[in-house]
């Protein structure tokens, strides 16, 4: 089973910057579909940005584009956050086997990491 690990939360000001790291345990991830999303208490799941098996195709929610920047490499996949706000306050989770459009989607196969907090305060 593909396990996937988050890095790279923690607390920052609002304006700060961030970047987040999803490794996983075999290279299979290099074949599907990935994605980051998010979540906060009493609120659902929602994506954040995701990006297909070549890399070229992306695809970010309004709330977070030109901030954010998803890229991918040899088994990882990065979350590069910029000029971050309160309301990115969230567990951000890494996962696999997702659609990239229309949307970044999930599907009866989708792995997920174990999320890492990401707060942005002063």
């Known amino acids: 089973q593909l396990q996937l690990v988050e890095s790279g939360g923690g607390l920052v000001q609002p304006g700060g910057s961030l970047r987040l790291s999803c490794a996983a345990s075999?290279?299979?991830?290099?074949?599907?579909?990935i994605g980051w999303f998010r979540q906060t208490p009493g609120k659902e799941r929602e994506a954040v940005s995701c990006?297909?098996?070549?890399?070229?195709t992306t695809n970010y929610a309004d709330s977070v584009k030109g901030r954010f920047t998803v890229s991918r490499d040899n088994a990882k996949m990065y979350l590069q956050m910029n000029s971050l706000k309160p309301e990115d306050t969230a567990i951000y989770y890494c996962?696999?086997?997702?659609?990239?459009?229309?949307?970044?989607?999930?599907?009866?196969?989708?792995?997920w990491g174990q999320g890492t907090q990401v707060t942005v305060s002063s």
């Open positions: 996962a696999a086997r997702i659609t990239v459009q229309p949307m970044c989607g999930l599907s009866s196969e989708t792995i």
């Open positions: 075999e290279f299979r991830m290099n074949y599907y579909n």
């Open positions: 990006i297909g098996v070549s890399g070229a």
